[in-house]
């Protein structure tokens, strides 16, 4: 058996799927649930559209920089925690040894058989803070330009995933059936993103297709009953 | 240096405290700038506090149940890779051997240093097996109930979220005054809010409070612009 092969059976999704269906996910789901509980409650299409793309402006913001955020504070995170362990690793070396050595103890390996690891360790500072920030901490290095890739990606699959619900009362004025085109637009949307969502994150495509829609029709159909009951 | 007290200065946020944050976030940002987007474009509150409340609906249903299924989609993920290091483990251990040498041979380290690890961890299949996924696969194991306590955090943390700034629409008739109230409010909310997440995933609670209102304003400001432009 090729090394290569036994590899990339080990297939996680990359960051930009993961963003993009993170985005995909609210942003078909949200802004839909919206116009539908409005169509419960209003009889023109001119305010779900007003609040809709209202909706998608916030919802995309909120998301896209709520992500740059989050990914730049997951970046400080890691640089302090890196410059900790270099000052630790330089200053106090025995207790840092004794925590490698934790490490694999953990795993029921004894002292003497996880020293020359330790020993060989302490000998290169640079892979030993390394070691320590993925097996010590569990962090992973983030890549540089993320925050900025994240915000975009995830702003973008929301507001795209907004504007399919939208669109049929754009151009319909009733809004009884631009729900009704909605609703059968949005249901396949939702299908289709989350059978190949499916094929991205597990190996149950049909399964994630059915959960997807399943979603986004339980929070339309809270949105619907809650707006027509207060109008 | 007590061993407890250094152990403890590696604070990570708990998982309940991070839903909260993906929930509260989008929660006090999203229905928000909603509302005070609508407030651009309609006259009446009542209208406003339909789509506020179908969107607090809507949104929380969509982030719960998307937290719900994440969170089992991760549990089989690793359910599965746990299957096929147990079956190569068992099948082929030279090869993993290899493996378990190949993650300490990334920090340096040579093939005699790790024998004995290897070794060791070559006689306890169930140690091993453990060590493969955090260490070749950075998997973590999910706790059980995490699913289903996510989902009920995030989705109560948008609900609490989002009710904040809904509540000055209920309550006064004028959408301007009612805007006037909701942003007030709000920013003081976010500020808050900030705070104390900043406090919990980095050590600068101020800029963390500073940039959540930030994101609030700026989602709000743009759906207040887009609401006004088409209405």
């Known amino acids: 058996m090729p090394r290569t ?19 995909m996910s609210d942003g078909l789901t949200v802004p839909f649930a919206l116009a539908a509980g409005l169509s419960g409650a209003v009889a023109s299409t001119a305010i779900i559209v007003t609040a809709g793309l209202a909706e998608i402006a916030a919802g995309s913001i909120a998301m896209g920089l709520g992500g740059y955020l989050a990914a ?5 995170h890691y640089a302090k925690e890196q410059r900790r362990e270099q000052k630790e690793v330089a200053e106090i070396p025995e207790e840092e040894m ?33 070691f320590m920030m993925r097996f010590e901490l569990g962090l992973e290095e983030p890549k540089p330009e993320r925050a900025r890739t994240s915000a975009l990606t995830i702003g973008g699959a929301y ?10 009362y754009i151009f319909i004025n009733s809004a009884q059936e631009a729900l ?15 059978y190949i969502k499916g094929r991205f994150t597990t190996a149950k495509p049909l399964r994630s297709a059915l959960e997807t829609a399943l979603v ?13 009951a207060i109008s």
């Open 72 to 76: 730049k504070s997951d970046a400080e």
């Open 5 to 23: 092969h036994h590899t990339e059976r080990h297939f996680t999704a990359s960051e930009t799927v993961r963003d993009i269906v993170i985005g």
């Open 159 to 168: 507001m795209a995933g907004g504007l399919i619900p939208l669109f049929p």
């Open 98 to 130: 004794e925590e490698v050595a934790q490490v694999f103890r953990a795993y029921g390996l004894t002292t003497e058989q996880v020293a020359p690891v330790v020993n060989a360790l302490s000998k290169r500072p640079k892979a030993w803070v390394d």
């Open 180 to 194: 009704l085109v909605s609703i059968a637009v949005t249901l396949a949307a939702l299908l289709i993103f989350g």
């Open 216 to 228: 986004g029709s339980l929070a339309a159909g809270a949105a619907f009953l809650i707006a027509r």
